[in-house]
């Protein structure tokens, strides 16, 4: 017996295009193909990366996997170790190259903080070690505390 062919004409495709393009996010810190080395060791390969502005971030993942590294790039704190280098890629806050030479590396610290597991320095709450921070800095009204 024969067997019988079936065929639906398939419908016809509808493209339709947004009214809009979603408009991109700001971003305030990008990190474009970043591989980083300690000396010969290379220990971060290829890492791309957007964080927007006023986001909370979080670096996960086990002991040994370049969370620490990765973010002491974004203060420059591995420029004090001989040599770390990142080797390829960059990285930019608020657009601007922070390896670029005309950089204030103080200023850039200031502006970029992190939180580490053991993350109270001192026998205080979160808060007043937060307050620390900033009273040291000069910031002592409390309105301003609060707010950051």
Same mark, same amino acid.
């Given at each position: /017996? #024969?067997?019988?062919?079936? *065929?639906?004409? @398939?419908?016809?495709?509808?493209?339709?295009?947004? @009214?809009?393009?979603?408009?991109?996010?700001? $971003?305030?810190?990008? $990190? %474009? %193909? =970043? %591989? !980083?080395?300690?000396?010969?060791?290379q220990v971060l390969f290829d890492v791309n990366l957007e964080i927007p502005p006023r986001a909370v971030t979080a670096f996960i993942g086990p002991s040994g996997?370049?969370? *620490? *590294?990765?973010?002491?790039? !974004?203060?420059? /704190?591995? %420029?004090?170790? #001989?040599? @770390?280098r990142i080797s390829v890629g960059s990285i930019r806050m608020e657009g601007r190259d922070i390896y670029a030479p005309n950089i204030d590396v103080v200023d850039l610290r200031r502006r $970029?903080?992190? =939180? !580490?597991?053991?993350?109270?320095?001192?026998?205080?709450?979160?808060?007043?070690? $937060?307050a620390y921070g900033l009273r040291v800095l000069g910031v002592n009204k409390k309105s301003q505390i609060n707010e950051a």
């Open positions: /017996m #024969d067997k019988e062919e079936i *065929t639906h004409p @398939a419908p016809p495709l509808e493209l339709q295009r947004p @009214a809009q393009p979603e408009p991109r996010q700001p $971003v305030m810190i990008s $990190v %474009d %193909d =970043v %591989d !980083f080395c300690y000396g010969t060791n996997c370049g969370k *620490t *590294t990765l973010l002491r790039c !974004f203060n420059r /704190m591995n %420029d004090l170790i #001989d040599g @770390a $970029v903080g992190m =939180v !580490f597991q053991k993350s109270n320095p001192f026998p205080k709450s979160i808060y007043e070690n $937060v």
